[in-house]
């Protein structure tokens, strides 16, 4: 009898054609695997790196502001700022991201510094390199720093600087007619407002979150009348008071002479009062029981003699910064003058000036911070030298 053997050997070699081709299947498969992972492995490192390489800039910046803020500035710049990167250069070195992988990492590298002598304003440009196990990645950054050179000892600034407060302000809340508050009221304004003919104001309490611009005479009258502006008070006309509180988070400028009367008033005053005493004389009744306290300078325009103000007496005015005497047709200022001024104008001096009367004091301790509510932070340097340095990053390039 015969044997058949066809139908077996076909079966076999059926099944290992299959047995080829799950193998090779399979293996096409697991490296196509294998190559997606490490593709995600390295796109997670490179993605990692990068973040490292932000986190480099922020430390930087963060670096540089404490550094500026700790230090003073040198005479030079130049040196001071090196020697600032190398400090932060040595806390980048120092700096551990992570414990469990200390191959992750940045570098501070090749930093260009351009410095404006004049302005003090100072220009780095750095690139930070950031470190994954296996991928780095760089971040060229540019840090601006401004404010690091002191003002000059005089501080002063042009006629014309001070006349830019007579712009009426671009925008805010206008009243064409005189306004009067005198009933009692308590009045808040969000925005600047614009009085076109002037204002009164008696026994109310008004508030302006902006600055207030009164373009005829504005009357305190007897009261308790109390006005607080956020932003600066401009009056191209008389201001009088007789008793009113009166405080500013900004400057002051009047420009038709100031007239206090007899009665009890606070003026506080922030940043500069500018009084323009070329029309009008200013006056201050002699038996006024009033505190005026500016915490910036006081500046008296177009001065054609040395009476500055009339009737001071039973008080004092008291400066934080520093008196400029402006005279009529000249461009530059008597800056704390000395000579026969009425009223007189000394510096502070904690023994003399506890018994003077009716004397202009400048460089007066600043005692008398006051907060507006509903202002943001008033500005209390103004009477200072130093300005407070600003640190920004202003490019980044990937």
């Not at 099944?15 to 992972?37: C, D, F, H, K, R």
């Not at 040196?79 to 040595?90: A, H, S």
């Not at 509180?245 to 606070?266: A, Q, R, W």
Request: aromatic share 8%; with cysteine.
């Amino acid at each position: 009898m015969k044997k058949k053997y066809g139908e077996s050997g076909s079966t076999l070699i059926i099944v290992l054609i299959s047995i080829t081709l799950l193998m090779t299947i399979g293996t096409v498969i697991l490296s196509q695997s294998i190559t997606t992972a490490k593709q995600k492995e390295k796109t997670e490192s490179i993605y990692r790196a990068t973040h490292i390489a932000e986190m480099g800039v922020t430390y930087v910046m963060k670096k540089v502001e404490g550094y500026v803020d700790e230090n003073p500035p040198t005479e030079n710049l130049a040196e001071y700022v090196t020697e600032m990167f190398n400090e932060v250069d040595k806390q980048v070195d120092q700096y551990v991201i992570d414990s469990e992988h200390p191959n992750r990492k940045f570098s501070l590298d090749q930093v260009d510094i351009s410095i404006d002598n004049e302005s003090g304003a100072v220009k780095a440009t750095f690139t930070i390199v950031g470190m994954d196990e296996r991928d780095e990645e760089a971040i060229k950054a540019t840090v601006e720093i401004n404010g690091l050179i002191e003002d000059d000892e005089s501080g002063n600034k042009s006629i014309e600087d001070y006349n830019k407060l007579l712009n009426q302000p671009d925008s805010g809340e206008t009243f064409d007619e005189k306004v009067e508050w005198k009933k009692n009221e308590q009045i808040k304004f969000d925005t600047n407002i614009i009085l076109n003919n002037g204002g009164y104001l008696k026994n109310s309490k008004a508030t302006v979150n902006g600055d207030i611009y009164s373009d005829e005479d504005f009357t305190f009258d007897s009261g308790s009348g109390e006005l607080k502006v956020c932003g600066n008070s401009v009056f191209t006309k008389q201001l009088s008071l007789k008793t009113a509180t009166f405080h500013t988070n900004g400057s002051v400028y009047v420009k038709d002479g100031l007239n206090i009367e007899n009665g009890e008033s606070d003026i506080y005053i922030n940043q500069d009062f500018i009084l323009d005493v070329g029309t009008n004389t200013s006056s201050i009744g002699e038996s006024a029981s009033i505190d005026i306290h500016v915490n910036g300078n006081l500046v008296f325009l177009n001065v054609k003699e040395d009476r500055l103000l009339e009737g001071l007496k039973n008080t004092n005015i008291k400066v934080v910064g520093d008196v400029y005497v402006y005279y009529q047709g000249k461009e530059e200022p008597v800056i704390n003058p000395n000579g026969n001024f009425t009223p007189e104008i000394k510096e502070y001096n904690v023994d003399r000036n506890k018994k003077e009367k009716g004397t202009i004091i400048y460089h007066y301790p600043n005692q008398a911070d006051i907060f507006i509510d509903g202002c943001s932070q008033p500005n209390n340097d103004q009477g200072k030298k130093q300005q407070k340095s600003i640190v920004e990053i202003t490019n980044v390039e990937y």
